[in-house]
């Protein structure tokens, strides 16, 4: 199994209060993603990071932001939780863009109350 | 936009059949289709990946086909087993313009009965 870690893996929180899930993969992987699972929607993109410094947004960006300051993490920041932001949150790593297999971590369960 | 359709939705079969799981995309401009398994509260494992250049991957008794120009790609399993139970879901990295990361279709839930 790919060494990919989420933290933490269960939150609880309250809305309008900032959030953070860490991802962190022991791979030297260049590139990280950051989805949500929801009933109905299935997996969707919400940002993705192509080497240290260099992030960009996915399909459901609005109400997150992202950094990664070191190859092996890539934080996602829900900056004021919204009822809406309950979810499954997933990080994936690649080791390139077009070939590789995205590996994916045990995933966050997040409730927003 | 890229959109990932996963058909049926869900399927139950007697163990040892022979099933195969169908994935269909809106557009043909892939670089990979990938096809995942979950299993209830966790992660997704990762099957087989079919790059755009291939027609099938096989791994033991799975084994998933490409159709880039009808937009489909099949898991055939063969000789189930009720360790197989799990949702199955495929996703497609598109090669065009826009973000990256893989779009995926909502699953097939596959139940296994012994």
């Known amino acids: 199994d790919a060494g990919i870690t989420q933290s933490p893996r269960h939150k609880v929180t309250e809305t309008g209060t900032p959030v953070t899930l860490r991802c962190h993969q022991t791979?030297?992987?260049?590139?990280m993603y950051w989805y949500r699972q929801d009933p109905g929607h299935g997996l969707r993109l919400i940002h993705y990071s192509y080497g240290v410094k260099d992030t960009d947004k996915g399909e459901v960006s609005d109400g997150y932001s992202v950094s990664r300051s070191k190859t092996e993490d890539f934080l996602l920041t829900l900056e004021s939780a919204t009822s809406s932001q309950t979810s499954v949150y997933f990080c994936?790593?690649?080791?390139?863009?077009?070939?590789?297999?995205?590996?994916f971590g045990p995933g966050t369960r997040l409730l927003v109350l | 936009k890229q959109e990932v359709t996963q058909i049926p939705a869900a399927l139950s079969v007697p163990e040892g059949e022979n099933l195969v799981l169908n994935c269909s995309f809106t557009?043909?401009?892939?670089?990979?289709l990938q096809w995942f398994r979950q299993d209830p509260g966790k992660g997704l494992t990762s099957l087989l990946l079919i790059q755009s250049s291939q027609r099938e991957q096989t791994s033991g008794r799975l084994n998933a086909s490409l159709d880039k120009s009808s937009g489909r790609s099949t898991l055939y399993i063969a000789a189930s087993q009720p360790g197989d139970s799990a949702t199955y879901l495929c996703a497609a990295l598109h090669s065009g313009g826009g973000a990256d990361g893989l779009t995926f279709g909502k699953g097939t839930h596959l139940i296994i009965q012994p």
């Open positions: 994936a790593i690649s080791l390139g863009r077009s070939a590789e297999t995205q590996y």
């Open positions: 557009d043909s401009a892939i670089y990979n």
């Open positions: 791979e030297n992987h260049r590139y």
